[in-house]
Every structure is written in structure tokens, then in C-alpha cells.
């Protein structure tokens, strides 16, 4: 039957003196459904509803009551009876709210870590230790100042990374990011600081980095096709392994022989090579592995030590040590997710 609003105005009257009385602990929330579903069941009319906020962390709960509206829609009520405070309210004004982890005291806010995320890339494997590396870099950075240069030089390798080759086209791609210029401007002066904590290990920690570990950083010269599936590539390493790119091409020229196949060579440094290969000694094939989804098969034709002196090797000596002192500050920080 319709009701009026005399009759829902004391039915809010009551709907507040009940939450008031709800227990607050949490090993009582079940009482409270039960002492809600009673006082519901004789106002069938509301059709009333109780949300338990159970925060971690505390004993303590919090409780909003749903209400139907005799004109429609619905009316949410909420109760704090010790410090004035509803749920709602206390969890937008926490420190916390917009925060998604918290790394030694520095924070990552939602909105920097989708700035983070966009700038990493959105396959990015190890998403997590990611955002976490950069909570610890905002902590060694968050006092340094730029020269003009640097912010220049920041901002035109992002730029460059991106093939954003004119102002119009990086407006684009802020535009279709949801990034504003502002916006933009504070995060690569962000990624200026961090490449300045980079350089840090360039020289002679790179160098220490490389006399400790010369086997990260030979070249491999090598070979390698992946497809959808291993029985053909099987067939690919059946024979010399000088001949197999020779096999490769062949079966790429032969009509209806190469659905899906793809060959790939490169002489370069072996963490740039694919994992299936980077621990292939010289003279040696590989695979077929599963790999990205398909299937690999390889031949490492040679392998070359590391170059002390090559600027190549040593920027990847360089990164190598970055991220290995990263490794062991992620390993010794205290981490506090939010969005679990």
C-alpha cells in the first residue's frame, strides 16, 4: 500500500535509533543482521537493507541501513555513535583513501600510480614490484631539485620512446592517456630524479658490477623462429646447426609451409636475447619451449665474452646494479598494500 510521508518520516526516526544501537564489534555483526531482518520484517515496506563495513585491522565494524523511498529511489542511512564520525565519511578523509601502497613511509597515490602504470606499460609482468621500485625512488628523490637540462632531456626521451616527434602528437597521446600538460610535466620530472639516481651506478659500480658478474653481459650471436606450434620447429633443428637460419629461410620461401613461422636473429647482449636462450652454450640449439604464447627453437652460433670498455655493456652493467640495489631495498621495506 502507498505510504506517506508522515509514516516514512517515523520510519527514519526508527531506522536511526536502531543503528544507533547496533553493536559495534565485529564478532557481533551476525546479532546485528538478525536484529535488523526483526525490525524490517514488520516494515516490509522499506525493504530494508544492512551494509557492514568491516575494516582490517580493528575489532570495531561500521553499519549503513538501505531504505526504499515511498517516491523511489533509495535512502541510505548511516550511525557513529562514539566520535560523530560515519564510516563513509572516515574512510574518504584517511591519509590512506587515495593511496595504493605505501613503501617505507612513502606513498604511491592512485593517481601517480596509473601514471606509473601507463608509463610502464600495461603487460608489464611484474606490475607490483614495479610500482613498489617507485614508492623507493620517491623516497631518494623527493628533495632533489633539476636543472632546466635535465627536465629537457627527461621529457624528450619520453617523448622519443614514444615517436612523439611534434607537440601536436604528444597533446594526442596526453589526450587519449587522460593526462594533463601539468600532469606530464610533474611525472617526467619525476623520471628525471630517478634517472639521476640511475647514474649513480654508472662507472665504477657498473664496472664492479660487471668484474662480479661477466657471464650477465657476453654477447650471443644466434638464431631463432617461433610459430604456433613445436612439430614444425622440431623439424627446423634437424640437421647442422650452421645450416639452421639457411633451413629457416627455405621453409619460409616454400609454399604453405610457413603458416605462422617468423625467424629472428641478433648479435647482441645475452639478458636481450629470448630467455629460452640466454643460457644456450655456443654451437648449441634449443627448444622447441613454449614462448610467448607460441613455440621457440634456437641455435646460439657463438658466444662472446663481455667487453670492459664497450659503452653498450657498461650501461647494462649500469641498470643491471640499479635494479639489483633495488632488488635487496624492495626485500628489506616495509609494504603496505591498499587495494587488497
Same mark, same amino acid.
Given at each position: 500500500?502507498?505510504?506517506?510521508?508522515?509514516?516514512?518520516?517515523?520510519?527514519?526516526?526508527?531506522? !536511526?535509533?536502531?543503528?544507533?544501537?547496533?553493536?559495534?564489534?565485529?564478532?557481533?555483526?551476525?546479532?546485528?543482521?538478525?536484529? !535488523?531482518?526483526?525490525?524490517?520484517?514488520?516494515?516490509?515496506?522499506?525493504?530494508?537493507?544492512?551494509?557492514?563495513?568491516?575494516?582490517?585491522?580493528?575489532?570495531?565494524?561500521?553499519?549503513? &541501513?538501505?531504505?526504499?523511498?515511498?517516491?523511489?529511489?533509495?535512502?541510505?542511512?548511516?550511525?557513529?555513535?562514539?566520535?560523530?564520525?560515519?564510516?563513509?565519511?572516515?574512510?574518504?578523509?584517511?591519509?590512506?583513501?587515495?593511496?595504493?601502497?605505501?613503501?617505507?613511509?612513502?606513498? &604511491?597515490?592512485?593517481?601517480?600510480?596509473?601514471?606509473?602504470?601507463?608509463?610502464?606499460?600495461?603487460?608489464?609482468?611484474?606490475?607490483?614490484?614495479?610500482?613498489?621500485?617507485?614508492?623507493?625512488?620517491?623516497?631518494?628523490?623527493?628533495?632533489?631539485? &633539476?636543472?632546466?637540462?635535465?627536465?629537457?632531456?627527461?621529457?624528450?626521451?619520453?617523448?622519443?620512446?614514444?615517436?612523439?616527434?611534434?607537440?601536436?602528437?604528444?597533446?594526442?597521446?596526453?589526450?587519449?592517456?587522460?593526462?594533463?600538460?601539468?600532469?606530464?610535466?610533474?611525472?617526467?620530472?619525476?623520471?628525471?630524479?630517478?634517472?639521476?639516481?640511475?647514474?649513480?651506478?654508472?662507472?665504477?659500480?657498473?664496472?664492479?658490477?660487471?668484474?662480479?658478474?661477466?657471464?650477465?653481459?657476453?654477447?650471443?650471436?644466434?638464431?631463432?623462429?617461433?610459430?604456433?606450434?613445436?612439430?614444425? &620447429?622440431?623439424?627446423?633443428?634437424?640437421?647442422?646447426?650452421?645450416?639452421?637460419?639457411?633451413?629457416?629461410?627455405?621453409?619460409?620461401?616454400?609454399?604453405?609451409?610457413?603458416?605462422?613461422?617468423?625467424?629472428?636473429?641478433?648479435?647482441?647482449?645475452?639478458?636481450?636475447?629470448?630467455?629460452?636462450?640466454?643460457?644456450?652454450?655456443?654451437?648449441?640449439?634449443?627448444?622447441?619451449?613454449?614462448?610467448?604464447?607460441?613455440?621457440?627453437?634456437?641455435?646460439?652460433?657463438? !658466444?662472446?665474452?663481455?667487453?670492459?670498455?664497450?659503452?653498450?655493456?657498461?650501461?647494462?652493467?649500469?641498470?643491471?646494479?640499479?635494479?639489483?640495489?633495488?632488488?635487496?631495498?624492495?626485500?628489506?621495506?616495509?609494504?603496505?598494500?591498499?587495494?587488497?
Amino acid at each position: 500500500m502507498p505510504i506517506d510521508q508522515n509514516t516514512f518520516a517515523t520510519d527514519l526516526a526508527d531506522a !536511526v535509533a536502531l543503528l544507533r544501537r547496533l553493536p559495534p564489534a565485529r564478532d557481533a555483526v551476525r546479532d546485528a543482521h538478525r536484529r !535488523v531482518r526483526d525490525w524490517a520484517a514488520e516494515r516490509p515496506w522499506l525493504r530494508a537493507d544492512l551494509v557492514v563495513d568491516e575494516p582490517p585491522g580493528t575489532t570495531r565494524v561500521g553499519y549503513d &541501513l538501505l531504505l526504499e523511498h515511498p517516491e523511489g529511489g533509495t535512502v541510505a542511512l548511516s550511525a557513529e555513535v562514539d566520535d560523530g564520525v560515519p564510516w563513509l565519511v572516515d574512510h574518504s578523509t584517511h591519509w590512506a583513501a587515495g593511496q595504493v601502497v605505501n613503501v617505507d613511509g612513502h606513498g &604511491l597515490s592512485i593517481f601517480t600510480a596509473l601514471s606509473t602504470i601507463r608509463a610502464l606499460g600495461a603487460r608489464d609482468r611484474q606490475l607490483h614490484e614495479r610500482l613498489v621500485d617507485h614508492c623507493i625512488l620517491l623516497g631518494e628523490v623527493e628533495d632533489d631539485t &633539476l636543472t632546466v637540462a635535465e627536465t629537457q632531456q627527461a621529457a624528450d626521451e619520453f617523448r622519443r620512446r614514444r615517436g612523439l616527434t611534434t607537440r601536436a602528437r604528444t597533446l594526442e597521446w596526453l589526450a587519449d592517456s587522460g593526462l594533463s600538460e601539468d600532469a606530464f610535466r610533474e611525472h617526467v620530472k619525476t623520471q628525471a630524479r630517478i634517472a639521476r639516481v640511475r647514474e649513480r651506478f654508472a662507472g665504477d659500480p657498473a664496472r664492479r658490477y660487471l668484474a662480479g658478474h661477466p657471464e650477465r653481459f657476453t654477447v650471443r650471436r644466434a638464431a631463432w623462429v617461433t610459430g604456433p606450434r613445436p612439430e614444425p &620447429l622440431r623439424a627446423l633443428l634437424d640437421g647442422p646447426v650452421t645450416e639452421f637460419a639457411n633451413r629457416v629461410t627455405a621453409t619460409l620461401l616454400a609454399p604453405g609451409e610457413a603458416a605462422g613461422l617468423r625467424l629472428e636473429a641478433a648479435a647482441t647482449l645475452t639478458p636481450r636475447l629470448p630467455e629460452p636462450l640466454r643460457d644456450v652454450p655456443a654451437g648449441t640449439a634449443a627448444g622447441p619451449v613454449p614462448y610467448d604464447g607460441g613455440h621457440l627453437a634456437g641455435v646460439v652460433y657463438e !658466444v662472446v665474452p663481455p667487453d670492459p670498455e664497450s659503452p653498450e655493456v657498461l650501461d647494462a652493467a649500469r641498470d643491471a646494479a640499479f635494479q639489483a640495489w633495488l632488488d635487496e631495498r624492495r626485500c628489506a621495506s616495509e609494504i603496505k598494500w591498499f587495494w587488497l
